[in-house]
T-cell receptor, first 112, second 112 residues
């Protein structure tokens, strides 16, 4: 079974803090994604990566950056957290092609 | 901008009846189509995928695809209270593209 894990289920941070969200997949997948999910707005793609050290902006990259130093790990960084970044963050991976994406359990982030 | 549209619901169905969930998409080049189920507070989990026009059945679930009408649906037969969840339709774009475009989801409630 594909396993995608995220470093935290719940996280509380203060405005202005630098926040790191980690995602690890154990299936040697090429592609990894970060989404945020908000009520009424659905899943929105923040960043994705096709390969190590490669990254592409999604639909809402502002205020975020990513890092992929190893194939199995994809990190989302909030450089200076703001209250409007309070959300559920979901990581996903896929082997590529037309395959489906497999999701991690999500991190619910609250920025105060 | 590629779009995937779903009726947000809520859709209420009596236990044992057929639940019908619908999704339309804007990109005619889309090649693969996915249905995810998401329980409250949890991450999306894949239920079915379909690539070809017609029906695809898996247990109580049937996915239907009509590329000419740009329409994909999910039927749930013999609905159970445990089927109560939000159902997300997702569409993969051009061949080689890795991104999924998600609909906002339809909230389904099965009434005992």
């Amino acid at each position: 079974d594909v396993k995608v894990t995220q470093s935290s289920r719940y996280l509380v941070k203060r405005t202005g803090e630098k926040v790191f969200l980690e995602c690890v997949q154990d299936m040697d997948h090429e592609n990894m994604f970060w989404y945020r999910q908000d009520p009424g707005l659905g899943l929105r793609l923040i960043y994705f990566s096709y390969d190590v050290k490669m990254k592409e902006k999604g639909d809402i990259p502002e205020g975020y950056s990513v890092s992929r130093e190893k194939k199995e790990r994809f990190s989302l960084i909030l450089e200076s957290a703001s209250t409007n970044q309070t959300s559920m963050y979901l990581c996903a991976s896929t082997p590529g092609g037309l395959e489906t994406q497999y999701f991690g359990p999500g991190t619910r982030l609250l920025v105060l | 901008q590629k779009e995937v549209e779903q009726n947000s619901g809520p859709l209420s169905v009596p236990e044992g009846a057929i639940a019908s969930l619908n999704c339309t998409y804007s990109d005619r080049g889309s090649q693969s189509f996915f249905w995810y189920r998401q329980y409250s507070g949890k991450s999306p989990e894949l239920i079915m995928f379909i690539y070809s026009n017609g029906d695809k059945e898996d247990g109580r679930f049937t996915a239907q695809l009509n590329k000419a009408s740009q329409y994909v649906s999910l039927l749930i037969r013999d609905s159970q209270p445990s089927d109560s969840a939000t159902y997300l339709c997702a569409v993969n774009g051009d061949q080689g593209a890795q991104k999924l475009v998600f609909g906002q989801g339809t909230r389904l409630t099965i009434n005992p």
